[in-house]
């Protein structure tokens, strides 16, 4: 009997001593916990366009949290600063797949061609903000809500043929999302139409475009497209400006221009240039973009740009997902729009890439975005 119970003594400490080495290796979490990664340039001079990316994308938790009484301490949000480097942007991947993720989110091209191919064999959703066209197309777990030159580039086309232009003369970045956007959107698009074009590149450090300036005078094109970051656009048009180049209606840039107007350039520098804009910054085209704005603006004391209105969204269609199915994945996420968010109306297309939310915009002489129709 007492070897019986001895027997039995040893079994049961067996069986805990297991359970306790299970415990001691596997990593311990809440079943209700989303936990969302964030590989992101918050320093570096592509942080003028994304750093307050974070913003929004916690305003836009804590929001849909409260409005579907949701606890936010459910969402933890780990943001990692990639400073606009690729390596490093690999070494914060690592650091995250250590934490463990359910949601990832990478900010920015280099980052996102650098890691979404790790991210892909994870199977974990994968929001990338970037504006490279065919970004999502990869894989099934890719996603994206922010505006981009997929959606860009067909106003960019359209405009060049309303406006009957003959030829051409396009400036931009020497940037993979770029390379897509004009070698494989536009440039077939205006071929097709018939519409000459020339096509110069210029590198991220470039700051000073008089040359290239007197190369548009030569070629005299009749409308000018202007594609780059903010730092980039406001030299460009001054340059161009000196030679008599910015007549109405002659040049068309990228959405960045609405990063100058948020910055508090003098509207004088922005008349006659047309831009792609987000609807976000057209006054009175979103209901309540409006009041989201005074709200930010209030909190984190910095006027924002569309860049955290779409993380606003982001956030929120996160927490629209897990209030819907109790989960965080591509299919719940899918199932949880379309929806109206403060950059407009929330859709994803056979891509999980989100459809249109821009349009053509100008300056007024006092400053104000108005739409181009």
Not at 6 to 23: E, Y
Not at 77 to 86: E, F, L, R, S
Not at 280 to 298: C, H, L, M, T
């Amino acid at each position: 009997m007492v070897g019986t119970v001895n027997k039995r003594f040893v079994l049961v400490l067996f069986l805990a001593t297991l359970l306790l080495s299970a415990i001691a290796v596997t990593p311990v979490r809440s079943a209700n916990k989303v936990r969302i990664a964030v590989n992101i340039p918050l320093t570096g001079p592509i942080a003028a366009w994304s750093g307050q990316y974070p913003n929004g994308l916690i305003l836009g938790i804590e929001d849909a949290c409260r409005k579907k009484s949701i606890d936010p301490k459910i969402f933890a949000v780990d943001t990692q600063d990639n400073a606009g480097k690729p390596s490093q942007a690999v070494s914060i991947l690592k650091k995250h797949e250590i934490n463990g993720f359910d949601v990832y989110i990478t900010v920015t091209t280099g980052a996102a061609n650098a890691i979404s191919g790790q991210v892909d064999r994870m199977g974990k959703p994968h929001f990338i903000a970037s504006f490279d066209p065919f970004i999502t197309q990869p894989a099934p777990t890719r996603m994206r809500i922010m505006a981009n030159s997929k959606i860009e580039a067909p106003l960019l086309v359209k405009y060049a043929i309303e406006k009957k232009a003959r030829k051409v003369y396009i400036l931009a970045l020497n940037f993979a999302y770029a390379e897509e956007q004009f070698g494989k959107i536009v440039q077939p698009a205006l071929e097709k139409a018939g519409i000459k074009y020339v096509r110069e590149r210029y590198n991220l450090e470039e700051r000073n475009f008089k040359t290239i300036a007197t190369k548009i005078k030569d070629e005299a094109p009749d409308l000018i497209i202007l594609s780059g970051y903010s730092f980039h656009l406001q030299p460009m048009l001054r340059d161009l400006r000196v030679y008599g180049l910015v007549n109405a209606g002659k040049v068309v840039t990228s959405m960045d221009l609405v990063d100058l107007i948020d910055a508090g350039v003098s509207p004088d520098e922005l008349q006659n240039v047309i831009f792609t804009c987000p609807l976000f910054d057209v006054p009175g085209k979103i209901a309540n973009a409006s009041d989201w704005r005074r709200r930010y603006e209030q909190r984190f004391k910095v006027k924002p740009s569309y860049v955290p209105a779409y993380a606003y969204d982001t956030g929120a269609l996160i927490v629209n997902a897990y209030a819907k199915s109790g989960k965080v994945d591509v299919a719940s996420l899918m199932a949880a729009i379309p929806f109206d968010g403060v950059s407009g109306k929330i859709a994803l297309d056979s891509d999980r890439d989100i459809i249109s939310t821009l349009t053509l915009a100008k300056i007024d002489k006092i400053g104000r975005v108005v739409e181009v129709k």
